[in-house]
């Protein structure tokens, strides 16, 4: 893995009799291309820090996660190419003696030389306390360790190579629609388009008559984050400080933090679908029939629930005529296998 997005990824197209109905244009973005393991989002949030983790000479990628976790299986997968160990602290202890129940997750992980340990959740809840930390550190001195999720301020940099080929895709996009879990990829998606040079980001000029108003106005862009989590409000100052905090840093280009373009972004709360890996008939269903029309895999806790958030968005009228709306595929795909 080098600092570069090693393949361009597809913006296909969605062809629907309900976007023309809704006078809107769909496209995919299929980010869940962009590396053959270490799929989606997950590669933008690992970059920077598996270069700091070189930059500190460590020899360990130490992180967390559920039974399920994305994040787990691709940290393993990132430290097996780039020549890391790597420890996963796994939430639940009853799978410490049954390798038999681990879930395809933990078997991928574990192929990849992934030590996991087990512990109970009490103990799991304290993975981000400051003694904690500062414990495994002393314990693992060899190590870098990432947080569950992979979200820190490196993460939240990662973005904008992404950002920059989707728009060089499709320069007037006006809604992007991503799943967010931590929030991490939310942040980074605002902080990269934020970064988005003038070249393209296209000026619209409405159609006037009046000499006062035919003035050249910026293309409004919103940024929409699916939590599929419940009751993910508290989330909203998380994601303000990432975005805040990788604005004040210049770690990847020059960008004056007092130049960069405001762009709208929102955290969508209603659409978790009961919850955290919940799925109900009804998304199921629309999971089944999405895939079945477009020939486009999802995964059920993250990518679909985004989509589906989608649907709903244009069904009730939130999304303006001819707007031009990309949904952008973070991968995920490793989890539909249990
Ligand atoms: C496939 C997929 N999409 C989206 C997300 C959400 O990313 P974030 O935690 O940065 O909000 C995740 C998180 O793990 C994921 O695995």
Known sequence: MTAKNPIKTPLTPLDSRLFDKYQVKVWIKRDDLNHPTVQ??????????????RKMNKTTLLTFGGAYSNHIVATAAAANHMGFKSIGFIRGDELANHPEKWSHTLKTAAANGMQLQFINRQDYRQKSDENTLKNLQL???QAYILPEGGTNDLAVLGFDDLMTETTQQCPDWTHLFTATGTGGTLAGLV???????????????????????????TLSRHILGVAVLKNADYLIPQIQNLIYSASQKKYHNDVNPNQTLPVNWRLLTQYHGGGYAKQSSESRQFQTEFESQFSILLDPIYTNKMVYAFYQELIKGNIKPGSNIILLHTGGLQGRTR
Request: aromatic residues 6%; glycine residues 2%.
């Open 40 to 53: 989606g989002n997950k590669w933008h949030k690992l970059k920077y820090n598996l270069q700091q983790a």
């Open 191 to 217: 902080h990269a388009s934020q970064n988005l040079t003038p070249k393209i980001t296209p000026k619209i000029t409405p159609q006037s008559n009046t000499k006062s108003e035919n003035k050249t106005k």
């Open 139 to 141: 314990q693992f001195p």
